[in-house]
């Protein structure tokens, strides 16, 4: 199967962080088995300011949840304040890794099982892990081509559940993703319509298996005769720039902007012309020389910058059925699923097409790295941003194949 297994090469680098996730303002819940080994410490000064760092969650606000029984209490300047002078964490320092909470041990790892198989993937959020995942060529190569094509018993499979497909499906994501015989943003069409279709399949709305619609699919993309019905949907650069607006304001609505995150809309807003109050025709028009002179060239000579941006977020994700995956009675959403990644894909792109016009011929994988990171955490990390931006998208009806598409096309 296609697993995410440059994971196990990540290396926390600590002290040398330029944006440590200690420091990101984030709520770090302490889960109760850990709680509990802290009432067993030794009286000290780390005990001490343990217990004045850490109180226990309300019951209505997860208390009542093993994982987060507690929270640490962040300092003003929304530190943690178990870190040291160095900036290095001292619980890890003085009593050892197994003293970490667990999201403090795993971050940035995420750790599912899934049909008793455990899968450990990366989040953009932290820069090391954006490096490790973006910049490498042949990130997922060995992986794909180790990977053996699924087979199952033609008839049984055409009405098994739709849910035992999840593996197929996923690597059926993944695969188009990199498929290059497609700009990137057809590729994501593709796989929007992709996902409505397995959602009426799910639903009972649709009277074929999961097999047939592989099948069917893979032949209309390698045959290309989708292509007409991408080529109608028209362009729209004024409203795809009017939405992205939208959804940076959603985010920066909220109570708290860190320094990354303000220095990453500045760029966007000063490559884009915001700052200077100019007209939406302006803004778009500026867009647009953006994206051709600048964002296009280079991710045409780096296109595997994109490419595993998106494979890794259907990995963590979980996609196409995210973490309802992991629980058998609820109600599989792919086009849901699909909405939320589209609309990350789509704020990631508009940030980066305005960083690009700022940084202009010095714009560099460096830029990309840290916009795409601040991108996922502050929008991806917000817990409300995806359902929001969703909801947003659904008020301008706009959640459907021709707006997904004008969001995201070039
Ligand atoms: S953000 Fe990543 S590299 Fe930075 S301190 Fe946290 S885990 Fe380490």
């Known amino acids: 199967m296609i697993r995410a297994a440059y994971a196990e090469d990540f290396r926390c680098i600590g002290s ?26 030794p009286a000290g000064e780390l005990r001490t300011l343990i217990y004045a760092s850490i109180q226990r969650t309300p019951q209505d606000a997860g208390g009542s949840v093993p994982e987060t029984h507690a929270q640490v209490q962040l300092t003003p300047q929304r530190r ?47 820069p090391e892990a954006a490096r490790l995942v973006l910049l490498n060529p042949s990130l997922l190569s060995q992986t794909i081509d180790r990977a053996v094509p699924f087979g199952w018993h033609e008839t049984a499979a055409s009405s098994a559940p739709v ?62 005769s989708l292509r007409t019905s991408m080529d109608v949907i028209p362009a729209s650069p004024e409203l795809q720039l009017d939405i992205l607006l939208e959804l940076v304001r959603i985010r920066i609505e909220k109570d708290y902007l860190p320094p990354r995150l303000r220095e ?23 867009h647009a020389r953006a994206h051709a ?76 790295v840290q916009t795409v990171q601040t991108a996922f955490r502050h929008f991806d990390h917000c817990p409300e941003f995806l359902g929001q931006a969703v909801e947003l998208l659904a008020a301008r009806n706009l959640n459907n194949a021709a707006g997904f598409t004008m969001l995201l096309r070039d």
Not at 17 to 38: H, Q
Not at 183 to 191: A, K, Y
Not at 325 to 349: G, M, Y
């Open 264 to 286: 990453t809309l500045s760029a966007f807003a000063s490559g884009l012309g915001i700052a200077t109050g100019e007209t939406t025709e302006d803004r778009a028009a500026r």
């Open 16 to 41: 040398q962080c330029e944006d440590g996730c200690c420091e990101a303002g984030w709520r770090v819940p302490i889960d109760r088995a850990t709680f509990e080994k802290y009432q067993t410490l």
């Open 80 to 126: 943690c304040p178990l870190l040291d002078a160095g900036g290095l964490c001292r619980i890890h320092a003085e009593l050892g890794e197994s003293y970490l909470s667990r999201i403090c041990a795993t971050y940035p790892r995420t750790v599912h099982t899934i049909d008793h198989m455990k899968e450990t993937t990366l989040s953009l959020s932290c």
């Open 163 to 224: 849910r035992e497909f999840f593996w197929p499906l996923r690597e059926f994501s993944i695969r188009l993703i990199r498929n290059r015989a497609y700009p990137l943003w057809l590729r994501m069409f593709l796989l929007g319509s992709f996902c409505r279709r397995l959602e009426g399949l799910a639903h009972g709305t649709l009277g074929r298996g999961v097999p047939t619609l592989l099948g069917d699919f893979s032949a209309a993309i390698a045959s290309g």
């Open 293 to 368: 002179l600048y964002y296009a060239p280079f991710f045409a000579r780096h296109p595997h910058i994109l490419e595993n941006c998106l494979a890794n977020t259907i990995l963590r994700g979980l996609f196409p059925f995210g973490e309802r995956s992991l629980d058998p009675a609820a109600r599989l959403e792919p086009a849901l699923e699909f909405a939320q990644l589209a609309t990350l894909f789509a704020v990631v792109k508009g940030l980066l097409v305005g960083v690009a016009g700022f940084h202009r011929e010095s714009f560099s994988a460096a830029h990309v």
